[in-house]
């Protein structure tokens, strides 16, 4: 069965540090997403990505943030500079489109660790 | 803005009890609601969805059922495993209202013990 793959799926960095995660969604899916999920709160949406255009997002979703889809297959979410509070599980997903009957599928998730 | 509530956990019971997760969401459309599962070590998995009222979704046994004029989404399985210790998660998500994004509540652990 085909599924959305992640990496690293653990990162450590420093604080001010660039990042940049990586995501491989299902490959007939056309709708992207990126939440978050700090140590102990809830799964928070980030940002939806559509036609290579952001069609969504959060306020978590500064200018520290962006995301970019470099070529046919990887969807990649930078930070710019880390903060500690960035510390968090990131999860990519994806859609194959909006009915109904489509559902956003998830990756396993990459840890972020910031130092 | 949209939100769902989720029964605290964590949530411990012996192999073939019968398990209840609350959950109630707030939103200002008609949302679809769904329960996703996030096994150890693993990321998040559809379980579930119903997408309008008195709709139920079920799979793998687990059943629950939207009621709009409770605004809750139960999940209920009447004879619990040792494999279905993990995190339930509750969310919601309101096309109809514009938004793609999946409004997730804060997850519920649930450890079954042989």
């Known amino acids: 069965e085909p599924e959305v793959t992640q990496t690293p799926s653990h990162q450590v960095t420093q604080m001010g540090q660039e990042v940049i995660l990586r995501c491989v969604p299902i490959s007939n899916h056309l709708y992207f997403y990126w939440y978050r999920q700090i140590l102990g709160q809830k799964v928070e949406f980030l940002v939806s990505f559509y036609n290579n255009e952001i069609s969504e997002k959060s306020e978590i979703f500064d200018d520290q943030f962006s995301v970019e889809r470099p070529d046919g297959s990887n969807f990649t979410l930078k930070i710019r500079s880390t903060k500690l509070e960035d510390s968090a599980m990131y999860f990519c997903?994806?859609?194959?489109?909006?009915?109904?009957?489509?559902?956003?599928?998830f990756g396993p998730g990459t840890r972020l660790t910031v130092l | 803005g949209d939100s769902v509530t989720q029964m605290e956990g964590p949530v411990t019971l012996s192999e073939e009890a019968f398990l209840t997760i609350n959950c109630t969401y707030t939103a200002t459309g008609y949302p679809s609601l769904f329960w996703y599962v996030q096994y150890p070590g693993e990321g998040l998995q559809l379980l579930l969805k119903a997408t309008k009222a008195d709709d139920k979704g079920s799979n793998k046994g687990f059943e629950a059922t939207y009621r709009k004029e409770t605004t809750s989404f139960h999940l209920e399985k009447g004879s619990v495993q040792v494999s279905d210790s993990a995190v339930y998660f509750c969310a919601l998500s309101d096309l109809q209202g514009g938004s793609e994004k999946l409004v997730f509540g804060k997850g519920t652990k649930l450890t079954v013990n042989p």
């Open positions: 997903a994806s859609r194959k489109g909006l009915a109904d009957t489509d559902t956003q599928y």
